[in-house]
């Protein structure tokens, strides 16, 4: 067995593992990048069917160098 018998499960670890590194290195009180103002993330399939995540930021003007 490998992952492309478990489809949902992928999905789900990803997502989860997506937010996590969120909340721990973006949106922390440590603002790794300054404070954001907001975020989107878009998950796509690759043609191998493996996912991958675009993730646009939007920096609190005074943040930006």
């Given at each position: 067995m490998d992952w492309k018998d478990y489809p949902?499960?992928?999905v789900v670890?990803?997502?989860t593992r997506v937010k996590k590194f969120m909340q721990q290195l973006l949106l922390s009180p440590y603002q790794l990048l300054g404070k954001l103002k907001e975020y989107i993330i878009h998950?796509?399939?690759q043609h191998c069917g493996l996912l991958h995540a675009h993730i646009i930021l939007w920096v609190v003007e005074d943040d930006v160098q």
């Open positions: 949902i499960e992928c670890l990803f997502h998950y796509e399939v």
